[in-house]
Structures are given as structure tokens and as C-alpha cells.
């Protein structure tokens, strides 16, 4: 087990005792210091580390001393997920343990002897949280206050999950804890607006409504009608479509369905390939779209790692597909759908996009839009169009039945009405000026944050960014780290990204060669090009210190201190 100790100066008189006993118990120790009785050292700078190793599952417990322990744990217990106390006799370190399910133990070398400490020690750790309902919900109120209710709410100070699913609350807690604390560059991720999240968090939950509006197999759809039609009529109208399907769970259940919808299995399907940016569903031979469909693939330019639609030209020539799509995960740059059309019809293929990463950016008019061109357009709504997680299907009126009738009942039931009305307000949010202004500011963090680690010597896929992400190539300048161990350790210091395989990868996806890095989440906090710059230098601290614990320890204090001056938009 490991444990988390430090001490003040005062509390050094206490160490000795409380290292002996962890090394008696076999504990692997986190020690946070200090050892130096006589320099004298501010209370909270030992506490904090030690809770936060608390707080983030580096240790299951923690110890903690200083002249009367009061201090330590008043500072402790700043920390959500802490819960630290004062122990004095052996019976309050068993109640500590047993009932407040204590986590950190804090001791004060004015009242406690050296030798009184491994008895105290003994009772807390011999001890066992008690498991019953009224012990866990009372933790998890501790942990996790009255969210997703806040201020206002009719159900302000309450919370029914915390009452009747203790672990369940906390863990959503956790999360939250971990979103607010954490800053996030995965290129897919957002976050929603206290609207968005409400819709999708309401009774809507309860309809069944399969079909369409006006057309349900259920009775009782004349609300779901409603938030259905309003969403679709929101859709057609940001996109300029003349067809808006709403109801896939996913984006991955929106290219099924369009596949679905237009070809046979083994009909032949022209896609972008996984590894130069592509996305599974785009015919993966795991995925099913790669089972059912003969797939040819083509990537990017060996040189310019761009798309070559000449060479996309000539492939479709040769393989002359039922389809052609593209759109994809992981690729930094604009994306022509104009010429993907064009090339496709002129081999009398249809023309799918997938544009699920830059939704946002082409309702913003900042990408260009696929929706004139392609025959198709699929697209996630919770990517940078920062709404709920879902799909959306788009086309011509021409392909609408086959569409709808693929979605339902093709591949799916139920529709997720309380998703689907956390879309309309989704779509709505995406007509406005701040809306524009939101994708203006992602465009220039990405182009910051990527010029940034330029500057620092990285080397960036495709020469950098066009849009919301870029991927650093990690075997120029750093070529024994793979991209799994650039991940672990830009978590270490609360920086959440995501390794991925580059254009001509030669290491499995698993680890891959590089790390994918947007700045929607970011941009959605509040954060601007001066952040954006501060974080793509402390992504480069990190990656070039070696694994120096030092600092990665820096840097996430730098993280956290950053984080609290962008709070999320949500009440609790
Ligand atoms: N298409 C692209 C290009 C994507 O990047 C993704 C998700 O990352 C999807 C489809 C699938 O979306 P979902 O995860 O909602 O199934």
C-alpha cells in the first residue's frame, strides 16, 4: 500500500516514529518531507502535495504532522476527496477511520510522544470504513457538495443519487473534480453549456419515441414531437441542408447508418486510413464497416502529410468505389470537400463527409462546409460544436427516406430524446455572434499553442495547423518516447491528451509515435492565446524533463493554480 507523509519543522519530531511504522507494515512511502527540523517550513506546502497524492490515488492514505496537526489539517481538507483530521487518542483514529472514512491522519508533536504515535497508527489502519448507507451517503455529501444541483435549483442542497447511489455520486464528483483540475486537450472533447447539460440531464429520459415526428409507434410523442422537429428545423438551418436525421446515438451510429443506407455489403468504399487520420467506422478491418464493405484506403502525402487529391483521384479511377468519404480524427488541416466530391462523382461514386471534429468550426464559417457538395455529411455534435455526445446526419432530400429508414429501424430503436433536445439547444447556441467568436479564439489557441512548441523544437504532422488540433510527431526530437508515455506523463502534471498514430507510423496504436492536442476544452473555459502559449511551453517542460519529478510536480501546481482562475461553467 502506499502512503503519503510529510511533516512541517515541528512536526520532524514525529517522523522518525511514523517512517518506522509504515516500514513495520511494509507501506511503500510517498515522502513529501521535510527531514530538516531546523528550517522552518509553511504548513500548507507540505499538506497540499500530501493530499493531492490523496486526492489522485498516488497513495491511499496520508500522514501528515506539525506542531499541534491542526494546521495540516485545515489545509488538507481543502482538497476535495480529503478528509483529514486531528487523532489524539486511539479511539478517535478508529472513529476517524470507521465513520468519516479518513484518508489523511494528521499529528501534532505538542501533544503526542514519539512512542504514542505507532498505537495511534495501528487503531486507524486496523480499522475498517464501515460500508453501511448512512456512513458512505454522508462521505459522499462530504465529497461531493449538492451537484448537478446548484444555486436556484428547485432541488438546491439536495441530491437523490447521493442519497440512494453514494458511489455513483462520488464517482461523478470525482469526475467533475477531475475535469476542473485537469487541463483538458483531447481534440474531442468540450464542454457543454449549463443548458445543454440540463436538457440532456431531464425527464425526456423517460419517452420511448420510436419513429418520427408525427409518424411514432408510441403515444404521448406531442412534446418529443416537438423537441425532434425543433432540432431538425435548428440543424437544416445552421448547416444549410436541405435533410437533418437527428436520432444517431453516436457518430460512429451515423456513418453506419449512411453506409446503410447506400451500399450493400461488398460494395466497394473508398476511405482516409486510420493511421493518416482517419476514424475506425471509415472501414477499420476490426470495425464493422471494414467487414462488411470492400475497403481501399489512401492516406496522406509521404512529403507534406496533407491530402493528396490527385492522388485520392487516381485511386478512385482505378478502384471506381460505390462511395467516398472523407473526414477525419486526427488530421491538422483543411479539409477540400469540394474536390472529394468532385473526384468521387466524376467516377459515379456518392460523396460522404464525415465531418465530426470541425462541425463547429463549419457552423461558424470558419472551415468550409461540406453540405453543398458531398451527397452525405454525418458529424458528431459534441466535438467542437460543443454539444451533447451524439450524431446528425445531413443530405439532400433525395437521400432522405433511405436515410431516416436506415437510422430507424435499421440500426437503431428509441431515439434519446433528452439527447436530442440537448441538441436542439446545442444548434441553437451555434447560430450566434459568441458562438463565431468562441471558434475564432479555438483557431488561434490551436495555432499558438502548436507555433509554441514549434518554437521549442517539436515537430508538428503536416508542418502545423489549420484548425482546432495538431499532432506532435514525437520521433524527431524525442525518439525513445512513444506517445502512451507522453500521455502518462502530461497526466502527472494534470495535462490530458491523447496519444495517436502519425502518417507513417512505425509503432503500434497502441503506443504510437504521437500525441493529439486541441484546444476546444480550453477555449470553452475562457482561456486565451496567453494561456494557450504557457500551455504548450509547460507540454514541452514536461516531455523534456527526462520524467524529473521535479518538474512534472511544478508544472502541476502551475496547472492547478490555472485551472482555478477558468472555473467550469457549471453550478455546485
Ligand atoms: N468520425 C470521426 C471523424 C470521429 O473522430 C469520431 C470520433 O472520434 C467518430 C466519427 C465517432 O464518433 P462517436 O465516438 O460518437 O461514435
Redesign the pocket.
Known sequence: MLVSVGMDHRGVALRSAILHFCSARGFLVIDRGTADGSAPVDYPLIAHPVARDVQFGRARFGILACGSGLGMAVAANRLPGVRAALVLSREMAKIFRRHNHGNVLCLGARWQEPEEVAPLLQYFFDEEEDGGLRHRRRVALLDGGCWPYGKGSAMEGKSALATEDPEIFAAIGGERRRQEEYVELIA?ENFVSPSILEAAGSILTNKYAEGYPGQRYYGGCEFVDRVESLARDRAKKLFGAEHANVQPH??????MAVYAAVLRPGDRILTMSLSHG??L??GYAKNLSGMLYEVTHYGTDPESQRLDYAAMARIAEKVRPKLVTV???AYPRQIDFQKVAELAHAVGALAMA?M??VAGLVAAGLHPSPVPFCDLV?A?T??TLRGP???LILCRKEFAKAIDGAVFPGIQGGPLMHIIAAKAVCFREATGQKFRDYQRLVLENAAVMAKTLQNLGFSLVAGGTDNHLFLIDLRKNLPTMDGKMAQILLERAHITVNKNTIPGETRSPVDTSGVRIGTPAITSRGMGPAEAQQIGQWIAEVLMANGSEETIATVRENVLALCSRFPLPYPG
Not at 453516436?250 to 456513418?255: D, E, K, L, V, W
Open positions: 474531442s453516436s457518430g460512429s451510429q451515423a456513418n482517419g476514424h467506422t471509415h473526414g477525419a480524427s464525415d465530426a471534429h454525418t458528431t459534441h466535438k455526445r451524439g450524431g
